[in-house]
């Protein structure tokens, strides 16, 4: 069975563009995650999908937004890009059927640098 | 608020020894806590989880983590290092309530030296 993928897997922009990342989950996986890796902050989640509905959100400004399609693919947003906004993005995939006892799978990322 | 915590930054051990990496969490209500592996320029790996039952459990790769409740520890463990071990490891704990993120520590970086 295929992994979680993520495209583009590197991506250069500059401040005030926005850029949209890909995430397409496990087959049969029905959630999926965002997070946000940097060396300060470690990883922050972003937000969860199920069912084209987002579920949670974490504390990150409005410039990011999300969302899901009917095949659970996934792609986030960022507008209005800031130096700040460089990071490795990860998505998850989990089949939601245990509310806190699944595992979360993640893809390879996207490495996003802001100039 | 719930909490993860990896107190060391780096661990360094030789092949062939025992390692640990350590981490200990807060959390109000049962504790649901994950380990994963992220090796340079990919993602994160699952090694394994704790959910209830047994305190010790048997991971991906030969890993197994250790749960104390007195303690609130999950120390991650393997009896024989080997140097593709070598890679940054998270400890992470599963949200309460509505909320089901998870919330990770900072990560350790693993060196085992040949």
């Known amino acids: 069975k295929a992994g979680v993928t993520q495209t583009p897997r590197y991506l250069i922009k500059t401040r005030g563009q926005q850029v949209t990342l890909s995430c397409s989950p496990i087959?049969?996986?029905?959630?999926v995650s965002w997070y946000q890796q940097t060396p300060g902050q470690g990883l922050q989640f972003l937000f969860e999908?199920?069912?084209?509905?987002?579920?949670n959100k974490g504390n990150f400004p409005g410039r990011f937004s999300g969302r899901q399609f009917s095949n659970s693919r996934s792609e986030m947003n960022v507008s209005t890009l800031e130096l700040g906004d460089s990071a490795l993005y990860l998505c998850?995939?989990?089949?939601?059927?245990?509310?806190?006892?699944?595992?979360?799978?993640f893809g390879p990322g996207t490495r996003l640098t802001v100039l | 608020a719930q909490s993860v915590a990896q107190p060391e930054d780096q661990v360094n051990v030789a092949e062939g020894n025992p390692l640990t990496v350590k981490c200990t969490y807060s959390?109000?209500?049962?504790?649901?806590l994950f380990w994963y592996v992220q090796y340079p320029n990919r993602g994160l790996q699952f090694l394994l989880k704790?959910?209830?039952?047994d305190n010790l459990v048997k991971g991906s790769y030969g890993f197994e983590a250790e749960f104390n409740k007195s303690q609130t520890s999950f120390h991650l463990k393997k009896p024989s290092a080997l140097v593709s071990d070598s890679a940054l490891y998270f400890c992470?704990?599963?949200?309460?309530?509505?909320?089901?993120?998870?919330?990770w520590g900072l990560g350790t970086s693993l060196a085992v030296n040949p």
């Open positions: 999908y199920f069912s084209e509905t987002q579920r």
């Open positions: 998850a995939s989990t089949t939601y059927q245990a509310a806190t006892t699944d595992t979360q799978y």
């Open positions: 959390v109000s209500g049962n504790p649901y």
């Open positions: 087959s049969g996986h029905r959630s």
């Open positions: 704790y959910i209830t039952g």
């Open positions: 992470a704990v599963r949200d309460t309530g509505n909320n089901r993120k998870l919330i």
